[in-house]
């Protein structure tokens, strides 16, 4: 009798204790630390062992996918140079043409745009008097035909803002700006006649 309990006795050890391991699970590692076994995890910038930062710097002058430099600093400089040297990509000559121009489509595509992001202050003709302006919300909006002003420094005006007109560089793309530009110019064309 007394080892028949005995033996019950080491049954129910037995099975608690290995109802505890994780069979799934290895229970030993010899060279824990190695990572022949474990991958080290670093942080996305932290050091790594040697003391390098996990994740290299680009390499300088690298620009990410899509972005277009722009050189000209956000001074009153940075805009007369834009304003005399900055001139449009979107310009084409064909062999029949007498003069560079911006095809329809890129026209097209500045007058929508600028009907949604530069219409309620500058107004539909580009006299300044959009529906911010007239209810006062807005002052100083210029009329187009009263500003000295290029293909660069609209331009210019779209990347950075100018007095309480704000930058636009984050709303729309380099591509976008461009076609605004033009539609701009062909506003003040109209205004000036
Ligand atoms: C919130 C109102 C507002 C919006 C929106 C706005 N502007 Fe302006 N804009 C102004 C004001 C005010 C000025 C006058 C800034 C100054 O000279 O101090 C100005 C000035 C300008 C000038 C003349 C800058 C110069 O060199 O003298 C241009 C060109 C211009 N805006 C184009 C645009 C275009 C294009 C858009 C749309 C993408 C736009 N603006 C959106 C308020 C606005």
Redesign the pocket.
Known sequence: MKSFIKIIAVFVIVLTCSSCVDKQKRQVQYMADTDMYTPVGYETYGETADGEASVRKPVEGTIARGQVPYDYPDSQTG?EAA?DSLRSPLKIQLPTDSIAQVSKKDMDNGKY??GI??A???GDKGDGQ?S?AQNGK?????N?KD?D?TEG??Y???MYG?????S?SSQ?NAKERWQ??HY?EELRADLLK
């Not at 807005?138 to 210029?142: Q, R, T």
């Not at 100018?162 to 704000?166: E, N, Q």
């Open positions: 805009y304003r745009l600028y992001y530069c309620a202050c500058h959009g911010l807005i002052l100083g909006v210029p187009y500003r002003i420094s609209i210019h005006v779209l100018k007095g309480i007109m704000g636009h729309i605004i530009t701009v």
